[in-house]
């Protein structure tokens, strides 16, 4: 065993590990990404992630195929949510797979506002809006929406002004390109730098706009403008979405990410969501957005149950 000469150092100081800690030992922590200065390993707060329920209210979702397209069939589903533990959830009244239409306004404001008012009068629950249009989020918050989640970051007109009078929690969401045309060549010399460089553009611009930074919750959009592997780069390095100080938002569930790995259609991917949400929950995600909240649920006991004796 190598040890190195000790001198007079303080024992917090990097100088004083080097020169009493074996050389291996310190190869070895660094690979499993362990900082040996901190007496005990970073705990997660386990206590504080919430369980997003993900309600589409799209003809083509691309995961439900468009099941819970009426009101009545929403709100059984929210039922079912709510009996599994969810914690908020999300209607989305557009499509944001790769390759979607449009939708209008109109169209967007009437699958999503009636479904918000019922869920809103029938339930004690959060609900978060998935929206990009400014007229969405106003009418939502008017009918008592608790949360809105962006895949454009705020980037669309109105936006910023609209939730500047606000105090709702926001998601920003990176993506890369458009849902029309984003997963046709993502590319990108650093991801990580990248979207880090974008959250510090968006959170600017919203700060410029009114909205308090200790609002925004950050996500690095999994599967909007990336590739399988630069979608599994970013959860191995989920972690250094941490920087700003801010709540994380993960979405990996039931995605292509998944289905493709391991060659899984929609219905399969129960495992690969499990698996990439206690990765990203490891690493520092508050809030996961799925579609299997019951699975989603058990799995955050079990992470509690360990986490008790750690
Ligand atoms: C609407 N939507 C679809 N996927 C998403 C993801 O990964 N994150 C967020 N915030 N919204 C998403």
Known sequence: MIRLKPYRLEPSSKAFLFNYIPIRLIKALHLNNIN???KTPKRVDYSSVKVMGILNVTPDSFSDGGKFSSL?????????????GVDIIDIGGESTRPGAEKVSEKEELSRVIPLLKAIKSRFNVDV?????K?????ESIEHSADMINDVRALQNEGCINILAQTNIPICLMHMQGLPETMQENPSYSNIIEEINCFFENRISACHQGGINKERLILDPGFGFGKT??????LLAEYSQFKRFGLSLLSGTSRKSMIGNLLNRNI?????GSLTSAIISIQ???NIIRVHDVQETVDALKTLKAVAKFQ
């Open 134 to 138: 400014a007229i969405v989020m106003a």
């Open 228 to 233: 399988i592997d630069q979608n599994f780069e």
């Open 128 to 132: 978060s809006i998935d929206t990009s």
């Open 36 to 38: 040996p200065l901190q």
């Open 283 to 285: 690493q520092g995600a």
């Open 267 to 271: 219905k399969q991917r129960l495992a």
């Open 72 to 84: 009545e069939k929403g709100l059984k589903q929210v039922d079912k949510m709510m009996a599994d």
